[in-house]
Structures are given as C-alpha cells and as structure tokens.
C-alpha cells in the first residue's frame, strides 16, 4: 500500500513561504492543509485534520514572532524539527502587464520590510499589506488587476500564473526565516536529537537567570538563542524561551536535571535535529580562544 502523504497544515494558502517550508523538510509530495491563522494550524492538529504543524518563528531581519512563542505553550504539541529558509522575493504581475501600469504593490509585511531599497526607489508605489504573500499573487490573478504588483515567490508566480517582472528585489539577500515543525505527541519520535527548545520561569532575585545559562555553559551546551516574554496578567514574571544545542546527549541530560532545581514551569517544547545547510558541517561553533591573543597583543603594548 502507498504511504499516505503528509497532511501539513500551514498559515496562508498554497505556494507561501510555509508552503515552500514545508516542501524543505517534507518533500514535495505532501498535503497542504490551508488555515487562515496559526491559531488554525493548531486546531488543525488537535482535531486529527493535519498531521503536522509547520509555524515561523524568527526572521533575521525581522526578529522574533511573538505570539507564535505563546502558541507553543498554550497547545504544547512537541516540536520535531526545523527548517531555515532563505527568503527570496520577486516582484510578480499579470502576463502583459508593463512596471510603468504599476500603482500598488502587495505583500505581507515580513516581505515588504525586507525590500526597502525596491521602495526607496520607487516612492510613487503604494504599500498594501496583506497576511500572505502567495494570496497577494492569486488575488492579482483572480481578479485581473492590471495596476497590482506582488512580492511573493517563485512557487507563487508558477501556480498563480504571473510573470516575474523584477527578480531578487530582497535588500538583504542573506535573509532567512526559520520555521518549526510539530506533530502530536503519538506521531513525534526524533532520532538522535542534537537540539531542544525548553521553556522556564526563574524567580526574579539576583543572578537567577545567570545560575542557569551558567549550568549550560559549564556542561559545553550551546545556546542558540533566548527570547522572553511576559506571563499574561502576571507583572515582573517572564517565560524565557531557551534553544540549546549539543555534541552528546549525555551532557545535555545532566543540565537538564540541574536546571530543573533552579526554574520552575519548566516545558520541553520539543527535541530534535537542528537544520543543516546543505554543504555545511553540522559540528557547534568551536569557541576560539581569543584570551591567548589577547595576552600576546597586552605583552606587545606593556613592552
Ligand atoms: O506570506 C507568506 O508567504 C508566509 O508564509 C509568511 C512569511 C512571509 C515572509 C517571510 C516568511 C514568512
């Protein structure tokens, strides 16, 4: 019998920047579960309607996507992968259409931040935002909008027909979004994980949080990246969103039972394989040691 394809539901329709995630970590053959907000993806998933969640949560450029952290806790399905994608965003019209027939210019707002010099250089466009790249495509083919440009990407000027009239249009073209991937508790099983999303709270007195990044440093785990975030209706309390990373797991074990005895409200949000660029070594930054220079240059000036 065939293997049933996944169904992965996302926020936004066919050929977005979740889609063309999914495809990253899935394949193409998957099925797309289309929701109109991450609220849906989620509910999705609890009610059996996808069997995978594929959710943004930070952009280089952008920064952190917050509410999506509060959607993490609130649900807690188990995070079981990660995706980096590299956003690459053209300017796309109706076959025919001309730049000089151009008035507007739509997109999500992610997207439209990220192609600031587009803008500068062309003041007379008008910005509409809208909450998905690749709808912004299908609506300009929809309903024949010969004035309407989109910002979108390649996946979206192929399925919604449109002709790319300007490629690259990105200012920053090292800019990446990363996306996580969840499943329900019965479908998640990891092998071999080298990275974990935890969340904790510490008590608000001096060095709380220092006590715990220290056990990480001292057992030669990497954190990644940190992100806090108020307790709703709790003033001065704060959930601290921890990604590590790690050579052996058994060191990564041993921090996890002693930072249990400094936080409280402590989540595993989920364990699993970081994202490797194609080409790249999957090995943690080596700390450099910069101390043994910087002796040698403070020798250099007491001579
Ligand atoms: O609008 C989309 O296509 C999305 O998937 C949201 C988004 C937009 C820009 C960068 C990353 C995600």
Redesign the pocket.
């Known amino acids: 019998m065939k293997p049933k394809k996944p169904r992965v539901a996302?926020?936004?329709i066919r050929?977005?920047?979740?889609?063309?995630?999914a495809f990253r970590y899935f394949g193409e053959d998957i099925e797309t579960v289309e929701c109109n907000s991450f609220k849906q993806t989620f509910e999705a998933l609890k009610n059996g309607d996808a069997d995978y969640v594929v959710m943004?949560i930070e952009?280089s450029i952008?920064g952190s996507i917050l509410p999506n952290y509060s959607l993490l806790l609130s649900y807690s399905f188990p995070v079981v992968g990660e995706v980096y994608?590299p956003?690459q965003l053209h300017l796309m019209a109706l076959p025919g259409v001309k730049f000089e027939q151009i008035k507007y210019v739509t997109?999500?707002p992610?997207?439209i931040r990220?192609c600031v010099d587009f803008f500068d250089e062309y003041p007379h466009l008008k910005i509409v935002e809208?909450?998905?790249?690749?709808?912004?495509a299908k609506r300009i083919r929809d309903e024949k909008l010969t004035d309407t440009v989109a910002i979108?990407?390649t996946l979206?000027a192929k399925l919604y027909e449109l002709d790319v009239l300007e490629r690259r249009i990105e200012s920053n073209k090292k800019n990446f979004?990363r996306f996580l991937i969840l499943t329900t508790h019965e479908n998640a099983k990891t092998d071999k994980p080298n990275k974990a999303s935890l969340c904790f709270q510490v008590s608000n007195e001096v060095g709380a949080l220092a006590k715990v990044l220290n056990i990480f440093a001292d057992q030669g785990i990497n954190m990644s990246k940190i992100q806090s975030m108020p307790v709703l209706g709790k003033p001065a309390e704060y959930n601290f969103y921890v990604d590590v990373e790690w050579e052996e797991s058994r060191k990564y074990d041993l921090t996890i039972k002693q930072i249990l005895k400094y936080t409280h409200n402590f989540n595993i949000l989920g364990e699993y394989q970081r994202h490797v660029e194609e080409g790249l070594t999957d090995k943690l930054p080596v700390k450099k040691d910069k101390s043994k220079r910087a002796y040698i240059e403070v020798k250099k000036l007491v001579k």
């Open positions: 996302i926020q936004g050929a977005s920047f979740h889609e063309e995630a943004a952009n952008a994608l956003i997109s999500h992610i997207a990220q809208s909450n998905d790249t690749a709808a912004c979108a990407n979206a979004t």
